[in-house]
């Protein structure tokens, strides 16, 4: 289990960052690496070069954002506490990867992987967050809803660098609550749900059981019920596509009503 | 630890262990931490992407060209350069150490390409040429045991089951299946293989475990005499569970490799090859007909047994299905037992050791219909077996199908374990909430567990005509020698994987020769050619505590013996063994006349209770039986499917504890393992034989917020027929634990078709139907 | 080949490297600190867990070339030539270990934890090892091995 050959680049600013990816057609971006690396060694991904941005300065950066939000860096680490700051943050960390896996992956990159059954992509499209995107060509902002187009398939430009997520704040009055099922703890989900409640508004966006995260809608007396209508999950060694769909169904009830009494 | 009284042995006392400091500093030698050969290249193994299929063609010459490699050694030089591995029945098609022409199931090797090192060697592999026909795979043990796939069927019967059957007022008929899993040891295989042209001999350093019969299935497969093999271990191994004794297959490989290409090769496996091509437990669908009075007097049991071993009768194999045959009947007085064993061929993975042997699959049938039966009677699960129990004045007890069980109160256990778990307040509350709603169970199992194998066992795969040579082998060595200024040097051939031999064999000489544990050193590395080995040496069914010490108690004692004579001869009867030592090392004038001079043993020691077995088919498969009563209550969430075992209580009785640490450190090792098999581990093939669960993240094994706190409690009724009394319990857990949370899940669903894992997906589809 | 510039167990180390070569190979191939050890080279077990500049992180998981001008320490770095550290006398006490493999990569994982404001509770030490495969003890003496030192 070794990686193939590739080029190591190292750029010490995102201009040298931005123009590593300009140069070649199949770079990959080397963050925390926690999901790359191990493709590497499986020889799941074969890139000419790897752009390693953890020495650019501008990407550790973790500030408020214009509106009511958290712009976390894409060099920020999950295990980086100003990230507590953020209640959804606060809440799914916690189930993201291990203690020590924390400690090197970054929040951005897991959402540039865009692995359905991860735990930050969905949390940013919870939010209705924004990814923040760079190339030589110039910067651009992608709202989550439009930034996940299928498995490990992001709307980003071969080219382009997410350099920043934008984490809007929950306001005072929400309620907010994500619920996940996975056979031991630190697995990838195999279903998970967050719901947040704003007033009459109900937002509800499934992961891992559909190929990216996906917002439903739900019908707020039988959550669950209408939740299942709107998936088509694929079984797996780990259940049958039914048993994904009871899944669905029991976390989105439970998630409804703890985001209600939290709002309440 | 610190002080004793001058007269308390060290054996029984909670020694810490003398491993500990090498492995906690990071200085443990494990395989790949050594370079015992100059120039080692480094190997990558090709192996087959399909279940089955030809191979229509094998080119190398393509990798042969990337700069850095060494050269490739392919399944037809496999072929050219051995012979097939013998095991314990004929297998239908032979078994190289890499496959020719047609592959068997994903994983196998077809080729090994050696290289610089293993980035490059991996770089290669992708460069051989190679074109598959796939074929249609055999999967299903059940379809493929009325074809050519299986490979033996034998049947054997004690007492007169028939009619028993006939008078019962019950007949429980019932199937239990067992998943293929594994122990998946944290470090995975590795070898260091060195062919020497002049000598015609191999030199092979690898985290093998033994048992050592497969020292001479690899020497046959070479085609050498054993001699011509020499085979290391190395001090350290990391973890192994009956896993490890399959490397012996890429040592063969390995060097077939270094024969080939005229250098020394070194393969570390890595977890994907791990997990698809190393081992795993067997499968076993078990047919139980099983006929009780309505009082619940267990009147006779069958088995009609399949087991699946996966593409090759690999040695040791068939002997999961013979490892526990003294003890067919269990716990149990029934008489009358028969059982019918096939052996089925699947395009899988081999199987072989993995902890437990044999007694997971054994148990979760027996047990599991001791708990249906008791349901269907009215009776209470405890109940049943208690009427049906051993009695504690019945040892030595002598089994229909020929165990000796040596010492033991399994009643006392059981009730032991009942009064740990609160058992009827436990049943009554896991009906009370029943009545809520809530989906909770109490289950439990009983369980003998054998230990030290008699090796020949085996040979019941083979009708008595066909056995040859009788075979009871079951002896371990030992060597101590005593220096010149009096340091202690022991060395075992127990290959240890983490037991604490070392601390344990420390305890038992320095009790001998009245010193302190500290003062003796153990080595633990194996090399066949100067070791103290037999053909059954090694760490497997457990046999460490009766004959690994038997042999080092008896080495020790011949030791103490010589120096309480030299001691007498001198006429000083305070004389230190530093002194002792040197007078024997430097003046072998001064010993008494005609003692043979050095000052050093080897002794070796058989269990004295073990014979081959006998025209009946009667055998005394182990040399040892424990015991163990586990009580098990679980909550199934209705809506997830997903288990929670909310209590976990383990009694054993493994006779003396020689070291009551270390004990407790098996037994939650065992536990940890049968939990793993009951609620997470499995092997998964797709319907064409592509392997699902093929790395760490597909394949679940336990971590620390998955496992039970397990409760724990023992009895100590020593083995008659051992040294120290003592007998193994590494394995009785993984054994019972399966069985145990089957019955408690069972009872929370209030059905019996159940069949581990429990996994949470699996639960679920139980639930809706 | 990458230059690289690294301060390992308080030594510094400075060698060239392809850039591909794996953290965990290059502690144990190139520079010979064999007590990091490598389960599954997928960032699963945990037993190749190393401190890069005082964070736990998965050796496997990073290419050598990462970690010029860093700070590495490695199970071999705990005690130094010294005496035992607490956690480590801690194993041996609660026979925390078997067969050891795993034991390297779970001391710097819980030396990680040890070292953060405020102790780690029981509940987030069994959370910690969840990142951490050990097959021999069933981790409980892990657990009160770690305890024990956070005084949990």
Redesign the interface.
């Given at each position: 289990m070794k990686p193939t050959q590739f080029d190591y680049v190292r750029p010490d600013s995102l201009d040298e960052a931005l123009s590593a990816l300009a140069e070649t057609d199949d770079a990959k971006v080397l963050a925390g690496g926690q999901s790359l690396v191990p493709a590497l060694n499986m020889r799941l991904l074969r890139p000419s070069t790897l752009v390693d941005i953890n020495r650019v300065p501008e990407l550790d950066n973790v500030t408020r954002g214009s509106t009511s939000s958290l712009v976390v860096g894409a060099r920020v680490r999950q295990s980086d506490p100003r990230l507590n700051a953020h209640l959804v943050l606060a809440a799914v960390l916690p189930h993201v990867g291990h203690t020590v896996t924390r400690n090197r992956g970054t929040v951005c990159g897991s959402i540039a992987h865009a692995d359905t059954a991860a735990e930050l992509p969905l949390a940013l499209l919870a939010c209705d967050g924004t990814a923040v995107v760079a190339s030589a060509r110039g910067r651009r902002e992608i709202s989550a809803e439009e930034l996940f187009l299928g498995p490990y398939t992001t709307a980003l430009a071969r080219d382009e660098l997410l350099v920043e997520s934008v984490w809007p704040e929950l306001r005072e009055g929400d309620g907010f609550a994500f619920e996940e099922f996975a056979q031991r703890g630190g697995d990838y989900a195999l279903c998970m749900v967050a719901a947040r409640v704003r007033g009459t508004e109900l937002r509800v966006v499934v992961g891992a059981v559909a190929p990216v995260p996906t917002v439903l809608t739900v019908d707020a007396d039988s959550p669950g019920e209408s939740a299942v209508a709107q998936v088509e999950p694929w079984g797996s060694v780990h259940g049958s596509p039914e048993y994904f769909r009871q899944l669905v169904r029991v976390l989105v009830d439970r998630t409804v009503v703890r985001a209600k009494e939290q709002a309440a | 630890m610190g002080a004793k009284a001058a007269s308390e042995p060290w054996v029984g006392r909670p020694l810490?262990?003398l491993?500990?400091?090498a492995?906690?500093?990071?200085?443990?030698?494990?395989v790949?931490?050594l370079d015992p050969v100059a120039n080692a290249r480094h190997a990558a193994v090709l192996r087959s992407p399909f279940a089955h299929a030809n191979i229509r063609r094998l080119d190398p010459t393509p990798a042969l060209d990337l700069p850095g490699v060494v050269g490739v050694l392919t399944g037809a030089d496999v072929v050219e350069l051995s012979r097939p591995f013998p095991a314990g029945i004929d297998s239908p098609t032979p078994h190289y150490a890499a496959a020719h022409e047609v592959t068997r199931y994903v994983g196998e090797p077809v080729a090994v390409v050696v290289a610089r090192d293993?980035?490059v060697a991996?770089?290669a592999l992708e460069l051989v040429d190679v074109q598959y026909e796939p074929l249609e795979p055999v999967l299903d043990a059940e379809v493929a045991v009325s074809s050519e796939a299986c490979a033996s069927d034998r049947s054997f019967h004690y007492g007169d089951v028939d009619s028993a059957l006939a008078r019962a007022d019950l007949v429980v008929r019932e199937r239990f299946r067992s998943a293929r899993w594994s122990?998946?040891?944290?470090?995975?295989y590795g070898v260091v293989a060195d062919w020497s042209e002049a000598e015609r001999s191999l030199t092979a350093w690898a985290n093998f475990q033994g048992p050592f019969t497969l020292h001479s299935v690899a020497a046959g497969a070479l085609g050498l005499p054993g001699s011509k093999l020499r085979l290391l271990t190395p001090p350290?191994?990391?973890?192994s569970?009956g896993i490890k004794s399959a490397v012996f297959a890429y040592v063969v490989l390995m060097g077939l490799a270094s024969r080939k290409l005229g250098v020394p090769v070194r393969w570390i496996e890595?977890?994907?090859e791990h997990l698809a091509a190393s081992s795993s437990s067997s499968g076993r669908l078990t047919h139980v007909e099983a006929g009780f009075t309505s009082a619940g007097e267990l009147l006779a049991l069958r088995y009609d047994a399949i087991e699946d071993v996966g593409a090759y009768v690999r040695a040791p194999e068939p002997a999961t299905l013979y490892r526990m045959h003294g003890s067919l009947a269990g716990a149990y007085r029934v008489q009358n037992v028969a059982a019918r064993n096939r052996v089925v061929l699947t395009n899988t993975m081999p199987s072989g050791l993995n902890r437990g042997f044999g007694g997971p699959q054994l148990y979760l049938a027996l047990e599991r219909t001791m708990t249906i039966a008791a349901n269907r009677l009215g009776l209470d699960p405890a109940d049943l077996r208690r009427r049906n129990l051993i009695r504690a004045a019945d040892f030595p007890y002598r089994t229909p199908s020929g165990a000796l069980y040596d010492s033991g109160d399994y009643g006392s256990c059981l009730d032991d374990a009942l009064t740990l778990a609160q058992y009827d307040e436990r049943r009554a509350e896991a009906e009370a909430a029943r009545a809520e709603g809530r989906l909770v169970g109490v289950g439990m199992a009983c369980v003998v567990e054998p230990s030290i194998s008699n090796m020949g066992y085996i040979t019941l795969a083979e009708p008595g005509e066909e056995r040859g040579l009788p075979k009871s082998g079951n002896a371990e060595g030992c060597t101590i020698a005593i220096s010149a200024l009096g340091g202690i040097t022991v060395h075992t051939a127990t290959t240890p994987?983490?037991?604490?031999h070392r601390t344990v064999i420390a305890q038992v000489v320095a009790d001998r020769l009245a010193v302190e544990p500290s003062d003796v050193d153990v080595l633990t590395e194996v090399d066949t050619a100067t070791s103290p080995w037999t053909i059954a040496s090694g760490n497997y069914s457990s046999r460490f505590s009766g004959v690994g010490v038997g042999a080092a108690a008896a080495a020790a004692e011949r030791l103490s013996e010589k120096i309480t004579a030299i001691r007498a001869h001198l006429g000083d009867g305070s004389a230190s063994l530093r002194r002792i030592a040197g007078t024997v090392h430097w003046n072998p004038e001064a010993l008494p006349p005609g003692m043979e001079p050095g000052l050093a043993v080897t002794a070796y020691y058989a269990a004295p209770n073990l014979l081959p077995p006998d025209a009946d088919d009667k055998v005394a498969s182990s040399g040892a039986h424990g015991f163990v009563a586990d009580v098990a209550v679980v909550e199934v969430d209705r809506?997830?499917?997903?288990v929670t075992v909310l209590d976990y209580v383990t009694v054993h009785d493994a006779g003396r504890l020689l070291n009551p640490?270390?004990a407790?450190?098996q037994v939650?090792?065992g536990?940890?393992?049968g939990v793993g098999a009951a609620l997470?581990e499995r092997h998964?093939y797709d319907e064409d034989g592509n392997l699902?669960?093929g790395?760490?993240?597909?394949y679940?094994?336990?971590?620390?917020?998955?496992?039970p706190?397990?409760r724990i409690a023992h009895r100590e009724s020593p083995s008659p027929f051992l040294p120290l009394g003592a007998k193994g319990l590494g394995e009785g857990t993984t054994m019972s634990v399966p069985a145990a949370i089957a019955n408690a899940i069972a009872d929370a669903l209030g059905r019996d078709d159940v069949e581990p894992p429990f996994?949470?997906?699996r639960v679920?589809?139980l639930l809706?139907q | 080949m990458i230059a690289v510039d690294v301060i390992v167990n308080q030594r510094r180390y400075r060698e060239e490297v392809e850039p591909r070569l794996l953290l965990s190979d290059f502690l144990r191939h190139r520079l010979g600190l064999t007590g990091t050890h490598v389960g599954c080279e997928h960032g699963v077990c945990g037993a190749c867990t190393v401190r890069l500049d005082g964070a736990a992180v998965r050796s496997c998981l990073l290419l050598a070339a990462q970690v010029d001008g860093s700070e590495i320490v490695t199970v071999e770095g705990l005690a130094g030539g010294g005496a035992l550290t607490p956690l480590q006398e801690a194993f041996h006490r609660h026979h925390a270990l078997q067969c050891g493999f795993c034991t390297p990569g779970i001391l710097i994982a819980a030396e990680d934890l040890l070292a953060r404001d405020l102790p780690p509770t029981r509940e987030q030490i069994v959370d910690m090892l969840s990142g951490q495969l050990c097959r021999c003890t069933g981790y409980t003496a892990i657990v009160d091995a770690i305890a024990e030192v956070a005084g949990a």
């Open positions: - | 810490l262990r491993e500990d400091e492995l906690l500093r990071g200085e443990g030698r494990f790949d931490d293993r980035y991996e770089d122990c998946t040891p944290v470090e995975c350290d191994s990391g973890g569970f890595d977890r994907l994987q983490g037991q604490g809506d997830t499917g997903e640490l270390l407790e450190g939650r090792g536990l940890a393992h997470f998964v699902l669960t790395s760490f993240m597909d679940l094994a336990p971590t620390a917020p998955d496992l706190e397990p996994t949470p997906g679920w589809e809706r | -």
